[in-house]
């Protein structure tokens, strides 16, 4: 078996061609003896090597051609042959490792073929850096595989956490259960108690069974709802009722305007929580908020919120038979106690009554 001292791309190599070198020297030494240590050269000539040599002669004199020279890490068209479909660099070094179907590098992959074969690619994400930096570092290509690196093994260190640490917490920690959703709709509904900062991501994710609704209370006693953005569940009502009883359980309710409880960002009385309404999600503290006083409703309440806030057809129950009929008789002199959270089901109801 060959030793391998150096690794051969093209100038200003790509995403794909730093990935392969990456994955090489992560998980290459085995079938690569020496590749972890192997110093990369830079060809200017192209695909083509120098001499006319073949991978397979370079091989054998310990040189691992990567995206070019027609070898088995060269997915480019050649005389000889047109492109490997659906391959790049990186996902044939993937394969020659035996490490495709890892799930902890599934993501990474993906992003780099779709780089590779130009799809979905944006001005600000990794294969246009790369480019860029070799631009601003003509002659040192260095500069931009080092910063990828840098980045590859943050993304890769990620992962394994989520399908490690994260995956083993959650399965012993998650609590499931499903409750009714909007237009009869069952949404799954996953408490847990955790700092992990990926637990949500997990939870919502096809791994973690597509969590609708996740809520997260942290060991400090602050509690976040994170909604799914597949199951298009909106939060006002729910932000509505937590700001209201906030600030009942504080002993002073400064804010009761229902546009005001439901409105994005802190509401005065209430600034324990943050209400993002682009991904539907109520903060009570986060990561770049972390001195954020706990919430003092508890977690109990939370889930019983959260279960008339996402159904538009509970009611309070002693007045349902009521409110499913279109009738609100809600009066100062006779208050229904969930008229005082605005709830957009009630304010339809006592809409169409002044209309009729």
């Avoid at 120098?50 to 480019?76: M, N, T, V, W």
């Avoid at 020659?96 to 994400?125: C, H, M, Q, W």
């Avoid at 069952?186 to 919502?204: E, Y």
């Amino acid at each position: 078996m060959e030793t391998f001292h150096t690794i051969m791309t093209h100038e200003n190599p790509h995403l794909d061609e730093i990935v392969a070198i990456w994955l090489l020297r992560m998980f290459g030494g085995e079938k690569f003896p020496g590749i972890s240590t192997a110093k990369v050269k830079y060809l200017s000539t192209g695909g083509r090597t120098p001499d006319g040599r073949s991978a397979r002669d370079y091989e054998q004199e310990g040189i691992l051609l990567i995206g070019i020279g027609g070898g088995r890490f060269d997915e480019h068209p050649s005389v000889n042959g047109k492109r490997r479909k659906n391959e790049c660099a990186a996902t044939l070094v993937a394969k020659a490792l035996g490490i495709d179907d890892d799930l902890v590098l599934e993501k990474i992959l993906r992003f780099t073929i779709n780089s590779d074969l130009k799809i979905g690619s944006y001005p600000f994400d990794l294969a246009s850096i790369i480019k860029l930096l070799h631009l601003q570092h003509p002659g040192h290509p260095q500069t931009a595989i080092e910063w990828a690196v840098t980045a590859l093994g943050a993304k890769y260190r990620e992962q394994l956490q989520f399908f490690t640490t994260t995956k083993a917490e959650f399965d012993e920690k998650a609590k499931i259960e499903e409750i009714p959703g909007p237009n009869g709709r069952m949404l799954k509904m996953v408490t847990i108690v955790s700092d992990n900062p990926q637990m949500n991501k997990f939870a919502r994710s096809t791994h973690g069974g597509n969590a609708d609704i996740v809520i997260q209370r942290q060991p400090s006693g602050n509690i976040q709802v994170f909604t799914n953005g597949r199951s298009n569940l909106v939060l006002y009502d729910v932000a509505q009722m937590i700001r209201l009883i906030e600030q009942q359980a504080k002993g002073k309710v400064v804010t009761t305007n229902w546009k005001l409880l439901a409105s994005e960002g802190k509401v005065e009385g209430a600034e324990e929580w943050f209400f993002q309404v682009t991904g539907q999600m109520l903060l009570n503290g986060s990561l770049t908020a972390t001195q954020v006083p706990a919430t003092k409703i508890s977690l109990k309440k939370i889930k019983e919120i959260i279960r008339i806030g996402v159904h538009p057809r509970t009611f309070y129950p002693k007045r349902a038979e009521n409110c499913k009929q279109g009738f609100c008789f809600s009066t100062p002199r006779s208050p229904c106690p969930w008229y005082r959270f605005g709830l957009h089901r009630c304010r339809e109801i006592r809409f169409k009554m002044k209309k009729s």
